[in-house]
């Protein structure tokens, strides 16, 4: 009872509580080690409850009281390791201190094993799923909104499963959000790691429904190709790699299809449906700009000139391309990159492209030089300054280039 006064005068009290609390549970402490442990687990659930409460009421001393609280609860698992008492009834309270106090002291289940054993574990388990069903789930693109006594049941419930080791339980309480695609990514990945193969392909199927193949798409996309290239189902593997690529074609999408197609022995035809697809969109210059990369990739250098000049790229494209061409045809590289140089100086941010600039014109002094042209060069330069004159970070950055 003494003790009882202590913690509420101190948690009452105008002062600073942490020395009077200290006390506190240094006495309950000693309870303990005095093996006067029926006392102590009563004392104790009234210490962490008082402590909790603070917590939630006295943010300004989180630290002092967190640390009180902590060790709180570690000699109240201690006095109930010793003490046989009701494991119902504990179960019963440790599940009530994480719902009903979150900001409270973390419960550790394997402090509580032996108290709990195979009765209490099983009705903590019936409880604590219980109220996770009960939670309503967060559709795909449904805000969250925080409360509090929700996101305890969760943490219960997850920590819950991790101790048991149990998949179900916690893909249960991890579905109870479905707000964006990474909380199937983070299902998905989960059932990866348990070996479940069919169902890391029904969570990832379900999220690529939700988002539409968009956003998180391409990860859950790459758990559940692992999967199907563990399993040996390359078809699987292939055709959802086809669709992301076609969902969002570029360099990174088409070099994962070409890798499982490779594996699954059907490139050729697959090479074939992409460039069919490339083509029919190349009036968009970004899709165009993915097959010429593509083309130059698989060493048609040719056909990706072609294409580019009928279609168009980006100018970070043409300047991979002027690079590949400059082996065969330096008059092409040349008109490229002059018309990279102008289109960066007239640019009204060039002020930030002087290294594009730079390196651009050293490329075409390499050019010039390399088909006996180097007055040309010379004479293109002095052009280039004399218009520029103002631009003396410009000029000073092709002094320094020795340009």
Not at 193 to 220: D, H, K, M, P, Y
Not at 228 to 239: L, Y
Not at 309 to 334: F, K, N, Q, Y
Not at 339 to 348: H, I, K, N, S, T
Request: hydrophobic content about 45%; proline content about 3%; aromatic content about 6%.
């Amino acid at each position: 009872m003494r003790t009882r006064v202590a913690v509420e005068a101190a948690l009452t009290g105008g002062d600073d509580p942490g020395q009077a609390l200290s006390e506190v549970v240094a006495a309950l402490e000693g309870l303990v080690r005095a093996a006067k442990v029926t006392d102590a687990v009563e004392l104790a659930e009234y210490v962490v409850e008082s402590l909790a409460s603070a917590l939630a009421r006295l943010p300004e001393r989180v630290t002092v009281l967190r640390e009180l609280a902590d060790r709180a609860l570690a000699a109240h698992a201690t006095a109930c390791r010793l003490h046989q008492g009701d494991p119902l009834r504990l179960a019963r309270w440790l599940l009530s201190l994480q719902v009903e106090h979150p900001e409270g002291p973390q419960v550790q289940l394997t402090d509580y094993a032996g108290a709990l054993g195979a009765a209490g574990l099983a009705a903590y388990r019936e409880a604590a799923e219980a109220l996770c069903v009960a939670l309503p789930v967060l559709e795909f693109a449904q805000r969250p909104v925080f409360d509090r006594r929700r996101w305890a049941v969760l943490r219960v419930a997850e920590d819950l499963a991790e101790h048991l080791g149990d998949v179900d339980l916690h893909v249960t309480a991890l579905a109870k959000d479905l707000s964006s695609g990474w909380h199937y990514l983070r299902i998905a990945t989960l059932l990866q790691e348990a070996g479940r193969s069919e169902q890391v392909l029904e969570w990832v199927g379900r999220g690529l429904t939700a988002s539409g193949w968009r956003g998180v798409a391409s990860r859950l996309v790459d758990v559940a190709v692992d999967e199907c290239v563990r399993m040996g189902w390359f078809d699987r593997a292939v055709s959802m790699r086809m669709r992301i690529f076609s969902n969002q074609p570029a360099m990174d999408t088409y070099l994962r299809l070409r890798t499982v197609a490779e594996h699954a022995g059907s490139w050729p035809e697959q090479r074939d449906l992409v460039l069919r697809r490339l083509a029919e969109g190349s009036g968009d210059v970004a899709v165009n700009s993915v097959l010429v990369r593509v083309l130059i990739h698989d060493e048609q250098p040719e056909a990706a000139w072609q294409t580019a000049v009928a279609h168009g790229c980006t100018d970070e494209v043409w300047a991979e391309l002027a690079r590949v061409r400059s082996a065969d045809h330096p008059g092409d590289a040349i008109a490229v990159y002059r018309g990279l140089v102008e289109q960066a100086l007239d640019d009204d941010t060039h002020a930030h492209n002087e290294a594009l600039v730079v390196e651009l014109l050293a490329q075409l002094r390499t050019l010039f030089t390399r088909t006996g042209r180097q007055d040309a060069f010379n004479s293109y330069l002095d052009g280039v300054k004399g218009r520029h004159i103002a631009d003396r970070q410009l000029l000073d950055e092709l002094t320094k280039r020795g340009l």
